[in-house]
Every structure is written in structure tokens, then in C-alpha cells.
Nanobody
Framework: VQLVESGGGLVQAGGSLRLSCAAS??????VGWFRQAPGKEREFVAAIRWSRESTDYADSVKGRFTISRDNAKNMVYLQMNSLKPEDTAVYYC???????????WGQGTQVTVSS
């Protein structure tokens, strides 16, 4: 499974961005977004089941970020609103297939939020 992220960029605090993740195939169990800020460990942001209406969010992004998918296009999106400088990080798309572990990862897309 290959994953390609897009949509990162520079935005002012309070602004919005939408990240996209294109998957090479749709035989997935779930897809998640993770992020890693400089000098910090990678952390979970949000996840969605591929064939069920089930989502999960980190407390730090609840109410601001929304994960969604388009199964027909093998796409997953992360709508990020009310962005804060602490959201600055490289955002990674990850997928799991018949597993509880995210085994497939994209290259990442940089999100920078200026104050």
C-alpha cells in the first residue's frame, strides 16, 4: 500500500488547511493521521475506519480537526480548523490492513502555523 499526502503549507494561527492522503488501494482496515514536531516524538492525531463510521481523535485536536474518507477515490482527508502554532509539524498518513498496527506510511507533509 502506497500513501501520498498533500495539502500542507504555511498558515496563520486561526486559519484552516485540508490535508489529503491518496492510497494506492482500498483493501484497508483503517487510516490515521499522525504528526511529528521538531524535537518531539510522533503522536497520533486522528483515525478512521475504512468500512465503518468510526473515528477517533487526540484530545488536542478534538473539535478543531475532522477526518473523513472517500472510499470510491481511496482518499482520506484531514480538515484542520482553528489552527494553533503548536499544530506545526510534519503530518503523516498511515494505514493498517487486517491489523491493529499501522504498517504503511506516507512521506509526510509539512504544516506550519505562524502566530
Amino acid at each position: 500500500v502506497q500513501l501520498v499526502e498533500s495539502g500542507g503549507g504555511l498558515v496563520q494561527a486561526g486559519g484552516s488547511l485540508r490535508l489529503s492522503c491518496a492510497a494506492s488501494e482500498g483493501t484497508l482496515t483503517g487510516v490515521g493521521w499522525f504528526r511529528q514536531a521538531p524535537g518531539k516524538e510522533r503522536e497520533f492525531v486522528a483515525a478512521i475506519r475504512w468500512s465503518r463510521e468510526s473515528t477517533d481523535y487526540a484530545d488536542s485536536v478534538k473539535g478543531r480537526f475532522t477526518i473523513s474518507r472517500d472510499n470510491a477515490k481511496n482518499m482520506v482527508y484531514l480538515q484542520m480548523n482553528s489552527l494553533k502554532p503548536e499544530d506545526t509539524a510534519v503530518y503523516y498518513c498511515a494505514a493498517r490492513r487486517f491489523s491493529a498496527k499501522f504498517d504503511y506510511w506516507g512521506q509526510g507533509t509539512q504544516v506550519t502555523v505562524s502566530s
